[in-house]
């Protein structure tokens, strides 16, 4: 299941996060792409009252988004940072950089906008465990239970 910036524009986004638990099969992976609040991306966003992108509620941290994970019974296993251009356009020259270099993405002169996280939902197996059979109780005093003469032959 992938949740592509949904959790940014919902009100409960915890809600959405354990919806999409109910119905993830066992042993399933989610993906989670968000925004990062503390980039030049999420200080645009507070910058505008309405939000930018327009709808945006509110920017979830990829820590907070992984906890929730891990407190739904999720590995989280694999995370990675992306949207390495300014809200405002293009990347802008740097003085002494071959631009080849930034076209071709080897360097990265802005920190990650977004981030993405992999998650797989853990499921344990139960083993069904037979009950043991009782044992037959000795009356006290170990007594011997008296048969006839015809079931002793």
Known sequence: MVLPHTLEFETDPFAVVREADRVLAGEGHLI??????????????????????????RMLGMRRVADWLELLGYDVGLNRNYLFTPPWGGTAPQPGVPSALLRRGWLKPWPAGAYLLKARKRVYTLTPIRPRTRERVQPIGGLVKPTSPRESS
């Open 32 to 57: 989670v792409l968000g925004f990062r609040p503390f980039s030049l991306w999420g200080f645009r966003s507070r910058a505008i009252s309405r939000g930018y992108p327009p709808g945006l509620k």
